[in-house]
């Protein structure tokens, strides 16, 4: 038992701190955000050299062979800044992804070969690959004939990935793994600023060409690698949510030190200290939740492993829905403003606890999954 | 950074789940794993059969008597005891003025009354609130003026948890009324003995009898019964009131009762019921989650002396988890909660669900009260 994170650890987040401090002002983000594109290629190309897109690839192909915790350190560092990058889609759940579909079958040259061609890029932040799972509803994509038809609905940074990896129903009835190009004829790409930020898109398929990538969905292979990855991605995104609350609750702090009112810091009154005490409690509980995901998102027992992420979205989710929402009451009328990033926190926060499941979601799943265990 | 518990802690953990297993007498186990109260002789027959197997005083070091054991040794040791049943240790002695004889006691003190406090011969309580000092601790009225070698004392001590079964009483009194509020305190011990002393019990909302008022009229104290240094009791009862916290989060026992909880939600068919069973999933996840928070705080004592202002989150979360908890028992057994104490009507495991409902509300209020704690959170972690 040692919750201590190791020096080499410490250093990395360090280097990522310094970066959102001194590169990722509030100004800086916000004429990123205004850009056409949404997000930088040249901070993409910082986050390269700083080696933290080689972080989740193995070394075999030009990463750092790191896991979780420190995939979850970096996100923490990049919580306070609100990165507008596609770091978690690109570089912590598409590696991931890319290495438990394709390589299930041993010798497999395709998959091997897929792995080659595009592993080095992601970690030298020559390419960006975008996972685009979640159905429109009612407009599910299929595939026949190595052609995807159907339509994914809030494809977080869809706009900016040079593949897509689709998953779609194939004529078996099974989930297959394809990989798309945006520009290909039949991809239709909606791209869009979201409630925090950043970017997502609606994609549809008319009868896209496409290429399986998956190694087959015997015994649901192939879905459970999905959710697999995207439980990689979901502790991930605790960890950014942890470093968002983290900081919010240090910005109020300070507020109610400076900010006074009746002759006296308005941090004096008792009732607004309960309330960031309690704002303390929620965080500490969701720092607590955020190590058990990142302990356990790597699990072989999916059972175990789906109960404990959603044990950790539910505390996350609750903690940054009271955080946020309390962090704005106690700024009072600054708090509704854009010029502060307290709002741009609160947004980003609002749109975590909807992501990769909301609370009840979870709630329920973990239910179910506490009976049946 | 590593969430598992070392293969010798494991080890330990089975040592210790095989020792209460085979120890435990059978009764005994049976009240507490149904909410029932225990007498004194349950608790003292307990604590002589842990005494024996030199477990009597699990933060105590091995000087006093103890196993010596770190932060996680004893957290495993309490969380096993919990699961299997045994009885809560009777903290007054064990874990409130027995830290405080270690650290502040006279040789004669300490080997006066530890080893008595070990084989559980001799039974403490606690004299600290009164009328009017309850969260304003410091406002303690009760009088010891000195007179030759006693100290003669006069007031009321209240709320005082099984007073009815204590030979000893710690208690704050005012030895200089003229001092500034903390300044003037003093730590005595009583003997419960003593001309003078008279306990009145206070029937409580569930019909228990657990708390008491204990009057003090002209009550002699030998000096020597003083605590360090006259009108430094402040600094005493700050030091008890630190470790009275370390364990306070309760997780093992919370377990226990979830496990209660969902057994008997299980036979009431209340978890069919997805609103049901979603409250229950949410005091489970709390429940994950202050775990962690506890062993982290842990961890990070084993580089400083006492438990700092963390204890306060695991005070609020671990008693708000507890009185879910039973707020949540007393629910899944619908109307069969409102038989008022009556063993015969019902399921076998409604009986108590209601008074345990009922006495579990103290949790939030006892041990420095939930709004107290986050008195302390605002301040001392954040700084406000």
Known sequence: MNFDFNEEQMALQDTVRRFIAKDYTFEKRRAIRDSVAGWSREIWQSLADLGVLALNIDEEHGGLGYGPQEAGLVMDAFGAGLLLEPYLAGAVIAPALIRRTTSAVPGDTAAHNFQEEWLPKIAAGKAIVVLAHADARGTAVTEANGKLSGRKAVVAHGGCADLLLVSARTADGGTGLFAVTPGAEGVALHDYPTLDGQRAADIIFDKAPAQRVDAGDTANATQHAIEAALDIGLAALCAEAVGIMEATIAATTDYLKTRQQFGQPIGRFQALQHRMADMLLHLEQARSMSYLAAMHCTSEDTTARQRSLSAAKVTIGQACRFIAQNAVQLHGGMGMTDELMLSHWFKRLTAIEMSFGDTDMHLQRFARLSRAA | ?384
């Open chain 2, 1 to 384: 950074m590593d969430l598992q518990f070392s293969p010798e802690e494991n080890a330990f953990r089975e040592e210790v789940r095989r020792f209460v297993a085979e120890q435990l007498p059978a009764p005994i186990r049976d009240k507490v794993m149904n909410g029932v109260h225990l007498n004194r002789d349950e608790h003292v027959q307990w604590q002589r059969i842990l005494h024996q197997r030199g477990w009597g005083g699990p933060g105590w070091p091995k000087e006093f008597g103890g196993p010596g054991w770190m932060p996680a040794e004893q957290y495993i040791f309490e969380e096993e005891c919990a699961a299997g049943g045994a009885p809560r240790l009777i903290s007054f002695g064990l874990k409130m003025i027995a830290p405080v004889l270690m650290a502040f006691g006279s040789p004669e003190q300490q080997q006066r009354y530890l080893p008595k406090i070990l084989a559980a011969e001799e039974w403490w309580c606690q004299g600290y609130s009164e009328p009017g000092a309850g969260s304003d601790l410091a406002s303690v009225k009760t009088r010891a003026v000195k007179e030759g070698d006693h100290y003669i004392v006069n007031g009321q001590k209240t709320w005082t948890t099984l007073g009815q079964y204590a030979d000893w009483i710690f208690c704050l009194v005012r030895t200089d009324p003229e001092a500034k509020k903390q300044s003037g305190i003093s730590f005595l011990l009583i003997d419960m003995k003593s001309p003078g002393v008279t306990v009145r019990p206070i029937i409580t909302l569930d019909g228990a009898h657990e708390v008491n008022e204990v009057w003090l009229e002209d009550v002699r104290v030998p000096v020597e019964n003083l605590i360090g240094e006259e009108n430094k009791g402040w600094t005493y009862a700050k030091f008890l009131l630190g470790h009275e916290r370390t364990n306070i989060a309760g997780i093992g026992i919370a377990k226990r009762e979830l496990a209660r909880l969902k057994r008997i939600a299980e036979a009431e068919g209340r978890l069919d019921d997805p609103l049901f069973a979603a409250r229950v999933a949410q005091v489970e996840i709390d429940l994950i989650a202050l775990e962690i928070t506890n062993l982290r705080v842990l961890s990070a004592e084993r580089t400083k002396k006492a438990p700092g202002p963390e204890a306060s989150i695991l005070k609020i979360k671990g008693t708000e988890i507890q009185q879910a908890i039973a707020e949540l028992m007393m629910q899944a057994v619908g109307p069969y909660a409102l038989p008022f104490r009556q063993e015969d009507v019902g399921p076998d495991y409604a009986a108590n669900l209601a008074t345990g409902y009922c006495n579990q509300r103290k949790l939030s209020i006892f041990g420095g009260s939930n709004e107290i704690q986050k008195n302390i959170i605002s301040q001392m972690i954040l700084g406000l």
